[in-house]
């Protein structure tokens, strides 16, 4: 084994935020590289006050949290709201007085995988109440994600104001896409057009992963993979994807970076 470069990640429990936090602090006591979640800490399918122990906690300890491509949510956006509903608002209009659409439903109509879920945590407040706080989204890809911060904006800005009064919707001091920016990074393997849009993403949110042993991997070609993907990128922004974000995000000491061969996320 290689403990330099294979980082272990600790898998939080889907059993409240109780466990969340108890797994989260054990997980930082034993010295792992950070935490795998695959649902919200509450372990409901929607953000909820309950939850921001298990975010502070995180901040906190300074652990990395890691999603393995998004959350499992219902798909029903007028559910009861319960565990299957993916947001929980402030106001629950009745009768004539709902509206004949979603505002979750809108802001994410445009979204893919782990972007519903950072959407989520948006709306939700979660990054206006921790600002530090950092998610990586593996295996998402990322050719998609500028025409989905576009539209989430202005899916927000046509859709803001009734959400604030059928809803009860905090309006959002930044635009959306500002946020996402700020708090998700993004794993993507084969994706040269994702290569292209780099700059509409995030050059330093971005993380290039192998994925073996599955099928999405390019192993044992990947080094050349990598080189006709990124036949165009300057040195320093290549460094980035590949090595230096996957090194910022988990605190990663330089020594470990001998060649440029990265780190993908732990299963």
């Known amino acids: ?16 935020v109780e466990d969340a936090v108890a ?78 659409a979603d505002f979750f439903s809108r802001c994410t109509i445009y979204a893919r995988a782990g972007a519903v879920n950072a959407v989520q945590m948006l709306l939700g407040g979660v990054f206006d109440r921790f600002p530090k ?14 025409n989905f911060l576009e539209q989430l ?18 309006r959002l001091a930044r635009r959306p896409s500002e946020y996402i920016k ?15 849009l780099r700059h509409h993403v995030g050059v330093d949110h971005v993380m290039w992963e192998a994925d073996f042993p599955h099928c999405e991997t390019d192993w044992p070609n990947s080094r050349r993979i990598i080189d006709e993907m990124m036949v165009d990128v300057p040195d320093d922004e290549r460094r980035q994807m590949l ?13 470990v970076e001998q060649t440029p061969r990265p780190t993908s996320m732990a299963r």
Request: hydrophobic residues 40%; contains cysteine; aromatic residues 14%.
């Open 133 to 146: 706080l950092r998610v990586f989204f593996a295996e998402n890809q990322i050719g998609w994600i500028p």
């Open 1 to 16: 084994m290689a403990p330099d470069r294979l980082l272990g990640l600790g898998v939080i429990p889907e059993t409240g």
């Open 153 to 170: 904006d202005n899916n927000y800005r046509v859709n803001c104001y009734w959400a604030e009064q059928y809803f009860g919707v905090k």
């Open 182 to 196: 700020d708090h998700c990074y993004w794993g993507f393997m084969y994706n040269p057009i994702g290569v292209q």
């Open 243 to 255: 090595a230096g974000n996957a090194m910022e995000f988990f605190h990663l000491p330089a020594a």
């Open 23 to 100: 797994e989260l602090e054990h997980c930082a006591k034993v010295g792992l590289a950070g935490v795998s979640i695959s649902g919200f800490p509450s372990a409901h399918a929607y953000p909820s006050a309950e939850d921001d122990r298990f975010w502070a906690a995180a901040v906190d300890l300074n652990v990395p949290v890691c999603v393995h491509i998004s959350f499992t949510i219902g798909q029903n956006p007028w559910a009861p709201a319960s565990k299957e509903r993916p947001m929980k608002y402030p106001l629950e209009p009745q009768g004539d007085a709902r509206p004949n």
